[in-house]
């Protein structure tokens, strides 16, 4: 079984507060994804990668980057976080091709910026 | 560009059919996925169609494709209250090449009453 974890289930930041989100994924996959997904707008793409050290903005990458060093590990950061960076974030990865594409995900990190 | 919309909730009594719809614009689209998301869990895939076929269907679940008015629809038998979730709708098009990059809708909240 695939299994994607994340570093936090809940986290409570400040405003202004450098935040690191990890994600790890035990399947040798070569695409990790990061989503944050907000009650009505459904999952909206920040970044993705497709490879270590390869990485593409998605929809929403404003106020975030990330980095990919190994290929297991997919980390989002949030350099000065803002209470409108309080959501949920998930992270997903895909073998591609050879499993339609399909996209397993983390169980989420509930972030809160006070 | 490209979107996917869903309405936001829908409420049926335990043993009725639940019928979830969902809406895209990209007529590229050669793979769509119906995600479910539990209570405090990430999204876990439940069905995927490619785009040659018109129906899929695997124990409670149905899935039916109208290429030509661009709709996906899921249908559960006999909901249960343990079907209550999220529901999420997907696409991937060409123009993700091999990343994997999927198009997600708003879900839609199933809300199943005993």
């Known amino acids: 079984d695939v299994k994607v974890t994340q570093s936090s289930r809940y986290l409570v930041k400040r405003t202004g507060e450098k935040v690191f989100l990890e994600c790890v994924q035990d399947m040798d996959h070569e695409n990790m994804f990061w989503y944050r997904q907000d009650p009505g707008l459904g999952l909206r793409l920040i970044y993705f990668?497709?490879?270590?050290?390869?990485?593409e903005k998605g929809d929403i990458p404003e106020g975030y980057s990330v980095s990919r060093e190994k290929k297991e590990r997919f980390s989002l950061i949030l350099e000065s976080a803002s209470t409108n960076q309080t959501s949920m974030y998930l992270c997903?990865?895909?073998?591609?091709?050879?499993?339609?594409?399909?996209?397993?995900f983390g169980p989420g990190t509930r972030l809160t910026v006070t | 560009g490209e979107d996917v919309e869903q309405s936001l909730f829908l409420s049926v009594r335990e043993g009725d059919s639940s019928v979830i719809n969902c809406t895209y614009t990209?007529?590229?689209?050669?793979?769509l996925y119906w995600y479910k998301q539990e209570p405090g869990a990430g999204l876990q895939l439940l069905t995927y169609?490619?785009?040659?076929?018109d129906m899929k269907q695997d124990q409670r679940l149905t899935v039916l494709l109208n290429k030509k008015d661009k709709h996906l629809s899921l249908r559960i038998a006999d909901t249960q209250t343990g079907d209550s979730a999220i529901y999420f709708c997907a696409e991937r098009n060409h123009g993700s090449g091999n990343t994997g990059k999927l198009i997600f809708g708003q879900g839609t909240t199933l809300q199943v009453k005993p």
């Open positions: 997903a990865s895909s073998l591609g091709a050879a499993s339609a594409y399909e996209q397993y």
């Open positions: 990209d007529s590229s689209s050669t793979y």
């Open positions: 990668s497709y490879d270590v050290k390869m990485k």
């Open positions: 169609i490619f785009s040659n076929m």
